[in-house]
């Protein structure tokens, strides 16, 4: 990746520029840059789908909005990206920031909270009264997850690789956190759910967890693929005996009108503080080589922010 200058981009009809302030980095932007996605744009092109800032500009025909309006970002689905000063957006792809939201955190919404969001609601359709486990819970998608999660009744478990990320997690609202790389975190999981196991597992690494999840899970459990890295094996008895499911998810193939009411209900969730997204680091736009880098270390605490 290289800063480039160039000239400001103009709002057209049914189009807005937005005056970026902050953009989040996503493990997916690294994917893409390096060119290891499924999903790859014609170069050159700019990264990110997650930012926020203010509206600069309005073109003929958009209604609703004025200039200096704070929003967040949610650019699914585009090739020009939220690593800019300015960009242009359609009305579906803006949503109002409440004045009690840091840009930064506005910066953290759109990729990360819509996976907690789907994955929770969307395909494990987890319940009142039921108990998830999110694996890497101290991340940006994790901390969303744990939140979206309590508000909506669930009781939560979390893991996570540091002793701060754990503390974070539990400052979060978990009602318990282990160190995924203990071995004895697995008969833990299982007292604290007095030997149940969770219903629902958010799983982010599933090329090293996806077997030990399925023995956790109780009966009738779900768990929902959002990260892998690898091949792995598993042992499809523990499916079967228990009628566990397993589905993966990504963004890219959530339908238009269900991205538009995911986004919806995370500015809902912002507005009455249920989400309080957490930044953990923030680069200069200058430096989001060094963004990329960050965002793929061990031991993620909230969302990685290039601020411009």
Not at 63 to 81: E, K, N, P, Q
Not at 261 to 286: K, N, S, Y
Request: net charge negative; with cysteine; charged share 20%.
């Amino acid at each position: 990746m290289r800063l480039e200058d160039v000239a400001d981009p103009a709002a057209s009809a049914g189009t807005l520029v937005v005056r970026v302030r902050a953009a989040g980095v996503n493990p997916v932007d690294t994917y893409i840059r390096s060119g290891t996605y499924a999903r790859l744009p014609h170069l050159p092109y700019t990264p990110g789908f997650d930012g926020a800032g203010e509206v600069e500009s309005i073109g003929d025909g958009v209604t609703g909005w004025a200039r200096g309006d704070r929003v967040f970002v949610a650019a699914l689905g585009a090739w020009h990206g939220t690593y800019a000063e300015r960009m242009v957006c359609t009305p579906t792809q803006i949503f109002r920031l409440p004045d009690h939201v840091l840009f930064g955190q506005g910066a953290s919404l759109g990729v990360p909270a819509a996976t907690a969001h789907r994955a929770l609601f969307g395909k494990a359709h987890a319940r009142d009264g039921e108990t998830v486990l999110v694996h890497g819970a101290s991340g940006a998608v994790g901390i969303a997850a744990v939140q979206l999660a309590k508000a909506a009744g669930l009781r939560v478990i979390g893991t996570a690789g540091t002793d701060d990320g754990r503390a974070l997690v539990l400052e979060q609202g978990a009602d318990a956190v282990f160190d995924h790389r203990d071995p004895a975190r697995v008969s833990a999981i299982k007292t604290v759910t007095d030997g149940r196991g969770p219903d629902v597992i958010l799983e982010m690494m599933a090329n090293v967890n996806l077997d030990t999840d399925l023995g956790l899970l109780a009966p009738h459990g779900r768990l929902v693929v959002i990260g892998n890295r690898g091949r792995t094996e598993i042992d499809a008895r523990q499916a079967m005996g228990k009628e566990l499911t397993i589905t993966g998810m990504t963004l890219w193939n959530v339908p238009s009108d269900e991205l538009l009411r995911i986004q919806q209900a995370l500015a809902g969730a912002l507005g009455d503080r249920t989400l309080r997204p957490i930044v953990g680091r923030e680069f200069p736009l200058e430096d989001a080589p060094e963004a990329h880098q960050a965002v793929m270390e061990q031991g993620a605490k909230g969302k990685v922010v290039l601020t411009m």
